[in-house]
């Protein structure tokens, strides 16, 4: 089974609106962290925002927030007055605890492509 | 500070001569990651160092690719007898790993990558 699930492969939004991209995740792990990266064009792998499994806030970084609803095991990215640079992929991650006895490697879902309008 | 680099950025090579790939982590990082990425797709998972040492082989997709790290820096990605399904983006990321306290918020940072074509 899938430990990280993107469901969008494609989005488009126009500039100046906010849009949420989906990612929901599968761990038994009660202690885990949440990423998102971005990779435009260039292809560098960017660190956007973490969320820790027990941090009580959603985690917020300038226009990006994460919506994290822990009992859906949904932890969308939401990118608020979207801009035309923010047209790239972005990667939803999740490293689960070493309680769990598991990898230290993230997992990684296959990424949602944003298309920003002007 | 500088961030994580590779070398080359871009290798363009025949089928069946060997490549050797290098990252060089952010200072003081002591887990390294080695990922490939092919075109339009997710990151594949090659091999994990902590320190000199690499716990998780298990991406690793033949023994034709191996992967040494030295001094818990400098790490090089060594494919022998290229193939064309070799051609790809290959990816390498560091982070605090045990150094850091080994937590599950332990960040990775990628590099610009090296894109692969086997002709």
């Not at chain 1, 859906?72 to 990118?79: E, G, P, Q």
């Not at chain 2, 500070?1 to 070398?7: T, Y």
Request: glycine share 12%; with cysteine; hydrophobic share 30%.
């Amino acid at each position: 089974a899938q430990k990280i699930t993107q469901t969008q492969p494609g989005m488009f939004v126009q500039e100046k609106e906010a849009v949420t991209l989906d990612c929901t995740y599968d761990t038994s792990d009660p202690s885990y962290g949440l990423f998102w990266y971005k990779q435009p064009s260039s292809g560098e792998m960017i660190f956007l925002i973490y969320q820790g499994s027990y941090d009580q806030q959603n985690a917020t970084e300038g226009r990006y927030s994460l919506n994290f609803q822990k009992a859906r095991k949904s932890a969308n990215l939401v990118i608020s007055a979207s801009q035309l640079g923010d047209s790239a992929m972005y990667f939803c991650a999740m490293r689960e605890g070493f309680g769990s006895g598991g990898s230290y490697i993230p997992t990684f879902g296959r990424g949602t492509s944003l298309i920003v309008h002007p | 500070g500088a961030g994580v680099s590779q070398s080359p950025s871009n290798k363009v090579t025949e089928k069946g001569k060997d490549v050797e790939l290098r990252c060089d982590p952010i200072s003081g990082h002591t887990a390294l990651y080695w990922y490939r990425q092919s075109l339009g797709q997710g990151l594949e998972f090659l091999i994990y160092f902590q320190g000199n040492s690499a716990p998780d082989k298990s991406g690793l997709p033949s023994d034709r690719f191996s992967a040494e790290r030295t001094g818990g820096s400098v790490s090089t990605l060594t494919i022998q007898r290229t193939q064309q399904e070799d051609s790809a983006v290959y990816l390498c990321a560091s982070s605090k790993g045990l150094a850091g306290g080994g937590s599950h918020s332990d960040t990775q940072y990628f590099g610009p990558g090296t894109r692969l074509t086997v002709l």
